[in-house]
């Protein structure tokens, strides 16, 4: 829960004749008010009664906490209580739609929970000796084969553990390969509508970033690639379906031109659900590719993790793969550990393990559930559904690249003009609706953007559903109704905050208050 202090927190029903209905409690119906954990803490409270231990002999060589810990204590049923408040306050896919555009948050199968945790792959330990773990490493491999069928691609690097981690091995593949024909490249191209890690990757790879502009369709100015191509460029950034939900047409010529002056492309591909099965990025030309699992193939993802980044790679950039990978023999499955012999062109270790080995399980689970077809409708299904949102919403918000999209669907605010409502007031009463947001703002080459992917996942009844909710909330905005939405949500567990002063004045650490005798101060994100 975020801290009280500066600023209203009490919830506010409203009934029929809008009149606000506060409670005493602050409860609203089942949706219960739940004070940050040290608010409840009660000095002598604890959850277990143990008797005092017999005096042993400290091994902590002086080491001693001399200070209390500063923790509440509290009764287990609080703690039960509290943290079981908080995840009802959760919104998460298991709930309802989540249209988050370039985020592909996609219904999970729980058959690949329940496979990802089996007895023998659930508990196993990174550091088993290899005999041990034969039928994990064949999860790994088998995995492996898919991703470069899938993808038209000959090597794959399976340890990078998220998306922006699989840039990193990318470019530092890149960095690789250029340092061993002895050149020292210094800049990396990247379009303006790009994910904003392309760009943090190259600066923290040592390259120095220069954006490419966007047409007026959308997709990158090919004029002005060619124009900043030259012999110190070590490759391009670029991902496809771009961020305005785009197929970049120009892709193989883009590939083209970058090989010719040495360097190398980098697809970002975050976006791969659009094309699963339909287009093999190594036939576009395409020389490192991160892959989402946790976004394509089925994972619970978002609050930080856990995630997966696999890299496919092509002939040029495979030999500087980073170590552990998997190699299969006569005798079996087998790590390579380190950037030695067959792997002396590594760049060595990205991390201490070989990945994350739940993520590989629910992935090959949802691969080999579908089958090389179901792969194939994923796409088709993705696509079809953020045409029928973008059609549907065509007559209520203005589409800035006019024309067919591929998975996500990207409005502008032009239609809110002088209606008083922006972007981020529209998110505010869709809250209200009982719907996750969309991403807002983003891509940066639209204006006040509104970016929607259904994904496949989701049925017509629930599209038509949230189309009709937006048209509701559109015709609300335009028809004058603008303080509704500047003061929503009215309906959340929290009203409106103050975004711009969180961001600037960050309250991070619960102080206690003036008067009390608690000893008890630290993070409130712990709570």
């Given at each position: 829960?975020?801290n009280?202090?500066?600023?209203p927190?009490q ?7 809008d009149?606000?209905?506060?409670t005493y409690?602050?409860n ?12 409840q803490?009660?000095p002598?409270?604890?959850?277990v009664?143990m008797?005092e231990p017999k ?8 080491l ?8 509440p204590?509290?009764?287990e049923?609080?703690?039960?209580r ?8 959760n919104?998460?896919i298991?709930a ?7 985020c592909?948050m ?5 058959i690949n929970e ?15 000796p290899?005999s ?7 999860i790994i491999?088998s ?5 470069k ?8 690097a ?8 699989g840039?990193l091995?990318?470019v ?8 061993a024909k ?7 191209l990247?379009p303006?509508s790009a ?5 943090a990757t ?13 047409r007026k369709?959308?997709?990158m100015?090919l004029d002005?690639?060619?124009?900043k ?7 391009v950034m670029?991902?496809?379906?771009n961020t305005c939900g ?33 287009v093999?990025?190594g ?9 989402n699992l946790?976004?394509t193939?089925?994972t619970?993802?978002g ?14 950039l495979?030999?500087f793969?980073?170590?552990?990978f998997?190699?299969?023999g006569k005798?079996?499955f087998?790590l390579?550990e380190?950037?030695e012999g ?7 270790r ?5 990945g994350?080995?739940?993520m590989?399980i ?9 089958g090389?077809d ?5 796409a088709?299904?993705?696509v ?8 549907g ?8 690249f006019?024309?067919i999209?591929?998975?996500e669907?990207?409005f502008d ?14 998110a505010?009463?869709?809250i ?7 991403t807002?703002y983003f ?8 970016l ?12 038509d559903?949230?189309?009709?909710t937006?048209?509701h ?5 335009k ?11 009215h ?6 905050l ?5 961001a ?24």
């Amino acid at each position: 829960m975020l801290n009280n202090k500066g600023r209203p927190t009490q919830p506010v029903a409203v009934d029929d004749t809008d009149t606000p209905i506060e409670t005493y409690t602050g409860n609203k119906g089942l949706e219960l008010e739940s004070p940050l954990i040290f608010e409840q803490g009660v000095p002598g409270r604890v959850g277990v009664d143990m008797a005092e231990p017999k005096s042993v002999k400290s091994r902590l060589g002086g080491l001693d906490r001399k200070n209390p810990i500063g923790m509440p204590d509290l009764s287990e049923p609080q703690v039960l209580r509290h943290f079981v408040r908080l995840s009802r306050q959760n919104y998460a896919i298991d709930a309802g739609f989540y249209p988050l555009g370039s985020c592909t948050m996609k219904h999970n199968p729980r058959i690949n929970e329940k496979v990802a945790r089996l007895v023998g792959l659930g508990d196993l330990h990174p550091m088993q000796p290899t005999s041990t773990v034969q039928g994990a490493l064949e999860i790994i491999d088998s995995l492996a084969h898919w991703l470069k069928t899938i993808t038209g691609m000959p090597a794959v690097a399976m340890s990078p553990a998220a998306g922006a981690h699989g840039e990193l091995c990318g470019v530092m593949a890149i960095r690789a390969a250029h340092e061993a024909k002895g050149e020292a490249r210094t800049r990396i191209l990247v379009p303006e509508s790009a994910h904003g890690t392309n760009p943090a990757t190259a600066a923290l790879c040592g390259y120095k970033v220069e954006a490419v502009p966007a047409r007026k369709d959308g997709r990158m100015d090919l004029d002005a690639f060619a124009d900043k191509l030259g012999p110190d460029v070590a490759g391009v950034m670029l991902t496809n379906p771009n961020t305005c939900g785009l197929f970049e047409t120009d892709v193989k010529k883009i590939a083209d031109m970058v090989h010719e002056i040495g360097g190398y492309f980098y697809c970002d591909g975050a976006n791969l659900n659009a094309i699963l099965g339909r287009v093999r990025p190594g036939d576009l030309g395409v020389d490192a590719m991160h892959i989402n699992l946790h976004k394509t193939f089925s994972t619970p993802h978002g609050g930080g993790g856990p995630g997966s980044g696999p890299v496919v790679l092509s002939d040029a950039l495979a030999p500087f793969a980073p170590v552990p990978f998997v190699t299969h023999g006569k005798d079996g499955f087998a790590l390579v550990e380190q950037a030695e012999g067959a792997a002396e062109k590594s760049f060595g270790r990205m991390k201490g393990f070989h990945g994350q080995m739940g993520m590989f399980i629910r992935a090959l689970a949802y691969m080999q559930s579908h089958g090389a077809d179901g792969l194939r409708q994923i796409a088709e299904d993705a696509v079809l559904n953020a045409n029928y949102v973008r059609v549907g919403l065509q007559d209520k918000l203005h589409s800035p690249f006019p024309g067919i999209c591929m998975h996500e669907a990207l409005f502008d605010d032009s239609t809110l003009k002088g209606t008083g409502v922006s972007t981020l007031d529209l998110a505010k009463a869709m809250i209200d609706e009982g719907y996750h947001p969309m991403t807002m703002y983003f891509p940066l080459v639209v204006h006040g953007a509104m970016l929607i992917e259904p994904t496949e996942s989701e049925s017509r009844q629930t599209l038509d559903q949230f189309i009709g909710t937006m048209g509701h909330l559109l015709d609300k905005a335009k028809a004058g109704e603008a303080d509704a939405f500047l003061s929503a949500p009215h309906f959340a567990p929290r009203r409106r905050l103050d975004e711009t002063g969180a961001a600037r004045n960050p309250v991070l650490r619960w102080t206690e208050p003036e008067g009390t005798n608690s000893e008890n101060e630290t993070l409130s994100a712990a709570s």
